[in-house]
């Protein structure tokens, strides 16, 4: 079983920004690739962000290209998510997601087995 703890969430003004962290536990932990998705209320999960948990394949939806960054601590089994020029239609909770295995999109939300309980980021503008 894998674990999912997400911190780094809050209240922010447009502009600002915000790191999300996610650290992974559990005795079995293995990964192909971490991810963060969203969701706004009244809305559907959406993909934020991707990386392999090797090499430096990485993958962004297009909303967020420029402005946010996710890289990973394989050492400490944390994967992160820089938040910049942060803006009211980033408001949703933030959810970290495990793929065990391998797929080739990384960001189809099937392949994510396992899921953090999210934390809230609110924009204000």
């Known amino acids: 079983q894998v674990q999912l703890v997400e911190s780094g969430g809050g209240l922010v003004q447009a502009g600002g920004s915000l790191r999300l962290s996610c650290a992974a536990s559990?005795?079995?932990?293995?990964?192909?690739?971490m991810a963060w998705f969203r969701q706004a209320p009244g809305k559907e999960r959406e993909f934020v962000a991707a990386i392999r948990w090797s090499g430096s394949s990485t993958a962004y939806t297009d909303s967020v290209k420029g402005r946010f960054t996710i890289s990973r601590d394989n050492a400490k089994k944390t994967v992160y998510l820089e938040m910049n020029i942060l803006k009211p239609e980033d408001t949703a909770v933030y959810y970290c997601?495990?793929?065990?295995?391998?797929?080739?999109?990384?960001?189809?939300?099937?392949?994510?087995?396992?899921w953090g309980q999210g934390t809230q980021v609110t924009v204000s503008s």
């Open positions: 559990g005795r079995t932990f293995s990964s192909a690739a």
């Open positions: 997601a495990v793929a065990p295995t391998y797929y080739n999109n990384l960001e189809s939300a099937f392949q994510y087995a396992y």
